[in-house]
């Protein structure tokens, strides 16, 4: 049961959950209402491959991970000795499976889509993630690619242009791109202690924690400044606005907590507390995405 209990939290079941919803989130933006019962073929697929790619990508990663995480996070399921390297790797591989099978039950090119990112995600945990930012970039780019698989569901369920969804699809990936990317600075704050020692080139191994801080404050600023953009175009109905505005308060208030003590205690919550918000963001999307 203990080893159970460490697969689920090597997964970040969490993290998954909200990839498979970002996923229908797309799909109902692009299709401008949530989708009718009878197109449960395609919906339940597209939401598996989001949650089991993204679990994948996490099993894979704390497996390459694990000399660092010996020194950020022992009490994680590998170093920790519950989960073992070959489970890890086992568990991965048999998530990326399924992910890809239920991709091309939707669509030949929702498989060539989660194909390239799943590829992405394994060369990130394997060679880019010691390459500081341009790791960051790349996980990103994977945070914000769930909303286009949900437009690519979208045309395969009905053969037709996006309704005008294509550009608020843009809009809300770039938000989710511009949030994850502060928030990867923000964990490299967290992290610095095992990353200098293990030759991760984070920004806050590079330049320094306040540097590093003040980057990620940069993307965080941007998320909010772009979340802005929806609804002065009138791309979004008012629902759009309660949730919007307290993910903004929230990146506010975790832009000032962080700036003022730049311990890892403190990057830790920050980087926790800007998941909630993206979590709470992305149900503003939906409400605020459907006509």
């Not at 996070?73 to 086992?90: C, E, F, H």
């Not at 989660?114 to 930012?133: D, I, N, P, Q």
């Not at 809009?171 to 020692?197: P, Q, W």
């Not at 832009?255 to 830790?268: E, G, H, M, P, V």
Request: charged share 10%; with cysteine; glycine share 8%.
């Amino acid at each position: 049961m203990k080893k159970v209990y460490g697969c689920i939290r090597l997964i970040r079941p969490i993290n998954c959950f909200m990839t498979g919803l970002a996923v229908y989130v797309g799909l109902c933006i692009a299709l401008r209402r949530i989708p009718e019962y009878t197109y449960i073929t395609q919906i339940v697929p597209s939401y598996v491959t989001g949650f089991t790619l993204c679990g994948a990508s996490m099993a894979i990663n704390d497996y390459f991970d694990l000399p660092v995480d010996r020194i950020n996070a022992p009490n994680r399921p590998i170093p920790s000795g519950i989960v073992s390297p070959n489970l890890a790797l086992t568990l991965s591989i048999a998530m990326l499976i399924i992910g890809l099978i239920s991709a091309l039950t939707t669509s030949p090119i929702c498989l060539l889509y989660a194909t390239l990112f799943a590829a992405l995600s394994y060369l990130y945990s394997w060679k880019l993630k010691r390459l500081g930012f341009i790791g960051n970039i790349t996980v990103s780019l994977s945070v914000s690619a769930p909303f286009m698989y949900g437009g690519l569901t979208a045309l395969a369920i009905t053969n037709t242009h996006m309704n005008g969804g294509f550009l608020l699809l843009l809009l809300f990936s770039s938000i989710a791109f511009l949030a994850n990317l502060g928030r990867e600075v923000t964990k490299g704050i967290a992290d610095i202690e095992g990353d200098r020692v293990h030759g991760v080139k984070s920004l806050a191994v590079r330049y320094g924690a306040r540097t590093a801080c003040i980057i990620a404050s940069i993307f965080y600023l941007a998320a909010v400044a772009l979340s802005l953009i929806p609804p002065i175009l009138g791309m979004v109905s008012h629902y759009y606005y309660p949730f919007i505005m307290f993910v903004d308060i929230g990146f506010v208030y975790s832009i000032a907590k962080l700036s003022r003590n730049l311990s890892r205690d403190t990057a830790l919550r920050v980087k926790n507390t800007v998941l909630l918000l993206m979590l709470v963001g992305l149900i503003g999307f939906m409400f605020g995405g459907l006509t």
